[in-house]
């Protein structure tokens, strides 16, 4: 759950789908008037996503609101709020229209028809889907975020569409919470294009690299989504800029275990921890001490180890969704390192900084007096991930012949922040 700054930090988990049934809902107005009609841009991407869907052999409900139901939010609340779902269910909900803000609220006002009788604050259908309690729901909102309730038109080539299927059950099977993502922050404006607004175009466009990518994580769709839009999007006007903002509450969990199990494997996997036989002796510690140690996103970590021999160093970095990270493998300690607190490097010049998924990590240090076993790796952009599963990386470390072996270990919460501005 870390990444090694400069690289994106994703995640895999391929397992198969059991009961879950996905909701695309599309809030969608691309008939009130010709300024809106590039928004049928996302209607044609869900369209193509609930393809996807059905070919990932997903139970798939598609509902679109028409024009005639956009007009009446009563229609619309009663409609979402009657949807029936179950616990492992996920939502996809897009909301492309007209939009402005009333008082600088967090969130915009969406008009999805041509009335104010057609207006539903962001904020409440946040909290509508919240009260589903299903898996997972992803909240996308593509409208103004100003005292505008109008939208221009600019000019963006459309970004591919050939979605991968490969990878959809990593990103809604095995992700648990929410995540929400708004076109603009406030007092910002949405730029809408013929073939759909810059946002879609941009989150599409990120989806579709993170269908193709082996590790698919929505942490990294959001940030790939905020780089692709400009900033400022017309030079002679001031007031275009579009910076989208979101929010990102996900875990990661197995979807055929229960956090119990989880948590049970855990626990018994790693409760050895004999640090010190006669006088050899390996100790770990962060920038922020061994016990009660807490980080948040963004926060950047640092790491010391201290053995009373020469030896060779094993650190790995078991993530709240059990994913395992080689921090320092067969790191030789010289005679001068003994007895020292040596900071870990993990590259010259490079920093570990905390990123999702967050919860309890444990921080498991090995010292052997030969090297270690080797470990099957695969390195995505810098950072190094076990591929062997948590029993078999254990008993690679600790079991070796003639051979003495001793470990630390630290248990370190990580907490999200945020991720959306604070009106002004």
């Not at 055929?256 to 199990?261: A, M, S, V």
């Not at 900071?343 to 090995?366: H, Q, T």
Request: with cysteine; net charge positive.
């Amino acid at each position: 759950m870390r990444k090694i700054y400069f690289t994106l930090l994703l995640h895999l988990f391929v397992f198969s789908v059991f009961s879950q049934k996905i909701h695309i809902i599309g809030l969608i107005d691309y008939q009130s008037d010709e300024r809106v009609y590039g928004n049928k841009y996302i209607k044609n991407q869900l369209i193509e996503l609930e393809n996807i869907f059905r070919n990932t052999d997903y139970e798939v409900d598609t509902i679109f609101f028409l024009k005639e139901e956009l007009a009446d939010t009563n229609f619309v609340i009663r409609k979402i709020k009657n949807l029936q779902v179950n616990q492992n269910d996920a939502i996809f909900c897009y909301v492309a229209a007209h939009g402005y803000n009333k008082n600088n609220e967090l969130y915009p006002t969406v008009r999805l028809g041509t009335t104010n009788q057609s207006d539903i604050y962001l904020g409440s259908l946040k909290q509508l889907l919240t009260q589903k309690q299903v898996r997972l729901y992803v909240l996308l909102n593509e409208s103004c975020n100003v005292l505008y309730k109008t939208q221009q038109l600019f000019s963006r080539n459309t970004p591919r569409t050939n979605l991968n299927k490969k990878t959809i059950k990593a990103l809604f099977n095995d992700s648990k919470g929410s995540f929400i993502m708004m076109s603009c922050n406030v007092s910002q404006r949405s730029i809408i294009t013929d073939e759909g607004g810059i946002f879609g175009q941009c989150f599409f466009s990120a989806l579709n690299e993170q269908f193709y990518s082996e590790l698919p994580h929505w942490e990294v769709i959001a940030q790939k989504t905020a780089q692709l839009t400009p900033k400022k999007v017309l030079e002679n006007d001031a007031s275009f800029i579009q910076n989208p903002v979101y929010e990102n509450n996900i875990q990661y969990v197995e979807s055929n275990k229960t956090q119990e199990e989880i948590e049970k494997q855990i626990v018994i996997d790693v409760s050895t921890n004999t640090y010190r036989i006669d006088d050899f002796e390996i100790e770990i510690k962060t920038d922020k001490g061994r016990n009660d140690i807490v980080y948040y996103k963004s926060d950047t970590i640092r790491y010391w180890f201290k053995t009373t021999k020469p030896c060779f160093l094993r650190l790995i970095d078991i993530w709240p969704d059990n994913r395992i990270c080689l921090l320092l493998d067969n790191y030789e300690v010289k005679p001068e390192e003994v007895s020292k607190w040596v900071e870990i490097k993990i590259a010259k010049g490079k920093s570990i900084i905390c990123v999702a998924p967050f919860g309890v990590d444990y921080l498991m240090s090995f010292a052997s007096t030969q090297p270690f076993c080797k470990l099957n790796l695969m390195i995505y952009k810098g950072t190094k991930f076990v591929k062997e599963d948590l029993k078999e990386v254990l008993s690679c470390s600790r079991n070796s012949p003639n051979n003495i072996v001793l470990e630390d270990k630290l248990l370190i919460t990580t907490k999200d922040r945020l991720s959306i501005a604070k009106p002004k």
